[in-house]
């Protein structure tokens, strides 16, 4: 079975920190971008970053660039979110993916469509 389960949310006041985590179990997405998405209450779920297989090719959405950095580690089959200077409007589940349709490519999905697992998500609160 395969699974994708984040860990590393909670609760924490306005410039704080987490790091999440990833763990992929059932099969390797070695080859495979990886990705988180988050969403807030009463909005749709959004891109927040992406890795392609190896991690050389990056990208972070407009709203954390600079205070959030994705990486990910493909011997531990694991990818990390770094959170940064966090902000209330970060409040949301955030969620890892994965997808399986481009092995070993350089392009990075910003779209949920792309993402074929999905983890069950872990909440983040950020009080001001």
């Known amino acids: 079975q395969v699974q994708l389960v984040e860990s590393g949310g909670g609760s924490v006041q306005a410039g704080g920190s987490f790091r999440l985590s990833c763990e992929a179990s059932g099969r390797s997405f070695t080859p495979y971008g990886m990705a988180w998405f988050r969403q807030a209450p009463g909005k749709e779920r959004e891109f927040v970053a992406g890795?392609?297989?190896?991690?050389?090719?990056?990208l972070h959405a407009d709203s954390v660039q600079g205070r959030f950095t994705i990486s990910r580690d493909n011997a531990r089959n694991t990818v990390t979110l770094q959170m940064n200077d966090l902000k209330p409007e970060d409040t949301a589940v955030y969620y890892c993916?994965?997808?399986?349709?481009?092995?070993?490519?350089?392009?990075?999905?910003?779209?949920?469509?792309?993402?074929?697992?999905w983890g069950q998500g872990v909440q983040v609160t950020v009080s001001s």
């Open positions: 993916a994965a997808e399986t349709s481009r092995p070993y490519s350089d392009y990075v999905g910003q779209t949920e469509n792309e993402y074929s697992y």
């Open positions: 890795s392609n297989w190896s991690g050389g090719s990056i």
